[in-house]
């Protein structure tokens, strides 16, 4: 009776409508997650324009990295009117609405913790909607699959990049305060520089973050599920993971919590994997100089003392006998170079 209600659930999820509210929930943190961002509030009043512009990539950066990847018109996804539309109204009341009414309502733990699962169910689509995109022209191609699935399900969400300031709660006298991050996502560098802003340090694939992971791990479920490699329907496996991402985003979002529930898993795989013996040796100290010939390398310890000695002999600079062979091997190294 149970796998019977679990399938009509299943059944229900997978013929829900994104459209509206779904999509508005996700507009509405993504332009949340911007508006968070160092700078983006003075960019806002300074040009709105380019804050608009990226807005429109925190909301459709996946669609448009998807197209890029296909051979696609990038400009497609916002050829949609009504859901530019609609985020474009979600854009202004963000950042300009009266009194700061609306963000400071989102901004409220029980409602963004609704829009954030609201936005992780449309997480699903996107990733099956990469996934199926690429099957319909490289049905034999599982990397091409993956690839695209992860790309429109993260892209910029910006991704949840702008950066994945993970869903963190600080706590002080004054009440709770919570801050959400977009997602690492894989345009975040592009949609900075629009902002005026150049950090090559944040790229996504450097430091991968939780929303940037639990996408990859969906378009390599939903690939395998469609190459059947994966004896599973889609619906049930729609219903499970969207389950795991929304169930993982609310726990997160309560306890203020960072670590990835995949960590335990990624370090067993890099200790197994990657962690092998260093085949290179350590740089020399700075105590010490290092002359290297043919593979061969030779040191010569310096005397740390930098004090001035008097002339008959205290702490001062090493004998004359003493420095002309030092010379002469400082000589020899830099020949040899």
């Given at each position: ?127 099956l909607g990469g996934v199926a995109q690429a099957h319909g022209k490289y049905k034999d191609s599982l990397l091409v699959m993956v690839a695209n699935g992860w790309a429109k399900g993260q892209g910029l969400g910006v991704k949840e990049q702008g950066f994945f300031a993970l869903h963190v709660l600080h706590m002080n ?165």
């Amino acid at each position: 009776m149970e796998l019977l209600r679990l399938d009509e659930l299943s059944h229900g999820l997978a013929n829900l409508s994104m459209f509206p509210y779904f999509d508005v929930a996700h507009y509405v943190v993504s332009i949340m997650a911007l508006r968070e961002q160092p700078g983006a509030l003075e960019v806002s009043r300074v040009s709105p324009l380019a804050c608009w512009f990226s807005s429109m990539l925190f909301c459709f950066g996946g669609a448009v990295l998807s197209g890029i990847m296909l051979a696609e018109p990038p400009v497609a996804p916002l050829s949609n009117s009504t859901n530019i539309l609609l985020a474009s109204v979600t854009w202004y009341l963000v950042f300009y609405c009266p009194m700061d009414l609306v963000y400071c309502c989102a901004a409220m733990l029980p409602l963004r913790l609704l829009l954030s699962g609201m936005k992780e169910v449309t997480r699903t689509w996107k990733v099956l909607g990469g996934v199926a995109q690429a099957h319909g022209k490289y049905k034999d191609s599982l990397l091409v699959m993956v690839a695209n699935g992860w790309a429109k399900g993260q892209g910029l969400g910006v991704k949840e990049q702008g950066f994945f300031a993970l869903h963190v709660l600080h706590m002080n006298a004054g009440g709770v305060f919570l801050l959400e991050g977009a997602g690492g996502g894989l345009l975040r560098n592009f949609e900075q520089l629009v902002r005026g802003v150049w950090k090559p340090e944040t790229n996504e694939l450097l430091k991968m973050s939780y929303p940037t992971k639990v996408t990859l791990m969906g378009a390599v479920l939903f690939a395998l599920q469609h190459t059947h490699y994966l004896p599973l329907k889609k619906r049930h496996l729609m219903l499970i993971y969207t389950v795991f991402t929304v169930v993982n985003k609310s726990r997160m979002m309560l306890t203020g919590s960072t670590s990835s529930p995949f960590a335990a898993i990624e370090s067993a795989v890099y200790k197994t994997l990657f962690a092998g013996h260093a085949p290179y040796r350590a740089l020399p100290s700075d105590g010490n100089k290092a002359c290297v010939d043919n593979g061969t390398t030779s040191t010569k310890e310096f005397s740390k003392n930098g004090a001035a000695g008097s002339p008959d002999g205290g702490e001062g600079g090493p004998p004359k006998e003493e420095a002309e062979p030092e010379e002469a091997e400082t000589a020899s190294c830099k020949k040899n170079d």
